[in-house]
């Protein structure tokens, strides 16, 4: 009778797992050298976007163990909700941890979770890249070296998308696979913003996860940077230049003013002055009108605080000497 429950159990639990296919997706078989770090993207549906996540190791998934409360020092979990991706990073590997893994989302009743086999070992490894994070910008391109001694399949996937073998694009970005030396290279050309995301280097049934980041070229915004900033240095010289003309004008207009007046004020008669000193009256005149810094003095003006003046009989009046247009 206890036989038969635990058959009844187990088949419960198999059934649960084969309808669970698609709820978790993640890379197969994953190698990496020891004393390395893997990071493993594991790819799963919105509605669990705010349900807890978490890595568990063990062949069978109902004995499994959680890492992170064995050992919360040797793996990292990082949730991007946006795009519906959780990253487990594994620290500084041993061979010891070779085994079946499970991303794993805690649900009441069933936890949704996907296996993945990880390999450690001491040589190199069957599949590997330089750099599981890599960086291009918008418009150009990267190229990703994928390197593997077998003679198996292979191929570049989108997590959750599109595989090219050959020649083909993925969301708009084209890709090209070429042939090297003890693997293939990987070029995507024409990034856009929307190339941003999680891939793989496939052979046969290994695979090695690289995450591509596209940013804003940074020669286009510069470029633009340098028109705005040049508009503005010429829009700043444009209205020096105008504030000149029109300090200038002011200035011109103000000294005519003041040589007209003064001239007006020193022609007026004098009747205290006697009639014999008319000759030496025309001479100071013409010196006056000839030298005006000079004649402001001896009259007596202010050029400071613009004070009216009287000098015999004669008036002139700070109100004169304002510009119509502009003060000075």
Not at 59 to 81: A, F, H, T
Not at 251 to 260: C, I
Request: glycine share 6%; hydrophobic share 35%.
């Amino acid at each position: 009778m206890m036989m038969m429950l635990e058959l009844f159990i187990l088949m419960i639990f198999f059934t649960v797992t084969l309808s669970d296919t698609g709820s978790v997706i993640t890379v197969n078989k994953v190698s990496v050298q020891q004393e390395k770090s893997i990071i493993i993207p594991c790819f799963y549906k919105a509605q669990y976007v705010n349900a807890p996540k978490y890595l568990c190791f063990g062949k069978i998934w109902g004995l499994c163990k959680n890492v992170m409360e064995i050992n919360p020092e040797k793996v990292s979990i990082s949730d991007d909700q946006t795009q519906h991706i959780f990253t487990v990073t594994i620290k500084n590997v041993t061979t010891s941890d070779s085994g079946l893994y499970w991303c794993s989302i805690e649900i009441h009743g069933f936890d949704k979770k996907k296996e993945f086999k990880l390999n450690v070992s001491k040589a190199t490894p069957e599949l590997y890249v330089d750099h599981q994070m890599v960086t291009g910008y918008e418009g150009g391109h990267i190229v990703i070296s994928c390197h593997h001694s077998t003679m198996k399949p292979q191929k570049w996937c989108k997590i959750d998308g599109a595989c090219v073998n050959t020649n083909g694009s993925i969301n708009g970005t084209v890709v090209q696979l070429s042939s090297m030396d003890r693997g293939f290279r990987v070029t995507m050309s024409e990034l856009t913003m929307a190339s941003t995301g999680w891939y793989w280097c496939s052979a046969g049934d290994e695979q090695m996860p690289v995450h591509i980041t596209v940013q804003k070229n940074p020669g286009r915004m510069s470029f633009v940077w340098l028109i705005i900033l040049g508009l503005l240095l010429l829009l700043t010289l444009m209205a020096v230049i105008v504030f000149m003309q029109h300090k200038l004008k002011c200035v011109t207009f103000s000294v005519h003013q003041r040589h007209e007046n003064m001239y007006v004020s020193m022609k007026k008669p004098n009747p205290q002055t006697k009639q014999n000193e008319g000759e030496n009256d025309e001479t100071q005149d013409y010196e006056i009108m000839s030298r005006p810094k000079q004649a402001l003095k001896v009259q007596g003006w202010n050029h400071e605080d613009n004070k009216s003046l009287k000098k015999d009989g004669g008036h002139v009046h700070k109100d004169i000497l304002k510009d119509p247009y502009c003060v000075c």
